[in-house]
T-cell receptor, first 109, second 115 residues
Framework: SQQGEEDPQALSIQEGENATMNCSYK?????LQWYRQNSGRGLVHLIL?????REKHSGRLRVTLDTSKKSSSLLITASRAADTASYFC?????????FGKGNQVVVIP | KAGVTQTPRYLIKTRGQQVTLSCSPI?????VSWYQQTPGQGLQFLFE???????NKGNFPGRFSGRQFSNSRSEMNVSTLELGDSALYLC??????????????FGEGSRLTVL
């Protein structure tokens, strides 16, 4: 079964707005990653946050991690049409990288 | 630096046939992981190869198999294809074992349609 679950699963926003996605996981982790996938293509790594970190920034991305709640959030600020994609969280689980089911984000120009 | 290359990109097979998919990792990467992606199940881990050895295997039937060569290129094979095997098969490479190294580098995938 999947380790991570994202919430919400589909999000539609206007260009310039912020988009927030959440992910929960079941067991303790060493790190949590977020990936983006454009329309059935390969996944692209966005950011990795380690279990001893609470927040991390990369450009317009901000990731938080709450290990006590076993959850993470990904915030995309000032969204652009090019941010339209599916976003997946992934955790190191059972000696593999396990992915959640993904959030579909549509940014309307 | 060339990325992860998967071939073929698209293929159509009929039930009962078998298929072989190929993945060339980024130069220097020793680990190759395979995932099956379907709309209903999301990204499901198939297996991981590291230095020619299968390091880990997901919950798939024995019809799904793979191997890795000395140059780190990997192939996966699906025998006796079923309609439910229709999916996007993604390969990802990393320097070290996937659960240790962090970032995975993905190919564009091989989209298999079984008729």
């Amino acid at each position: 079964s999947q380790q991570g679950e994202e919430d919400p699963q589909a999000l539609s926003i206007q260009e310039g707005e912020n988009a927030t996605m959440n992910c929960s996981y079941k067991t303790s982790i060493n790190n949590l990653q977020w990936y983006r996938q454009n329309s059935g293509r390969g996944l692209v790594h966005l950011i990795l946050i380690r279990s001893n970190e609470r927040e991390k920034h990369s450009g317009r991305l901000r990731v938080t991690l709450d290990t006590s709640k076993k959850s993470s959030s990904l915030l995309i600020t000032a969204s652009r049409a090019a941010d339209t994609a599916s976003y997946f969280c992934a955790t190191d689980w059972n000696n593999r990288l396990a992915f959640g089911k993904g959030n579909q984000v549509v940014v309307i120009p | 630096k060339a990325g992860v290359t998967q071939t073929p990109r698209y293929l159509i097979k009929t039930r009962g046939q078998q298929v072989t998919l190929s993945c060339s990792p980024i130069s220097g990467h020793r680990s190759v992981s395979w995932y099956q992606q379907t709309p209903g199940q999301g990204l499901q881990f198939l297996f991981e190869y590291f230095s020619e050895t299968q390091r880990n295997k997901g919950n798939f039937p024995g019809r799904f198999s793979g191997r890795q060569f000395s140059n780190s290129r990997s192939e996966m094979n699906v025998s006796t294809l079923e309609l439910g095997d229709s999916a996007l098969y993604l390969c990802a490479s990393s320097l070290e074992a996937s659960s240790n190294t962090g970032e995975l580098f993905f190919g564009e995938g091989s989209r298999l349609t079984v008729l």
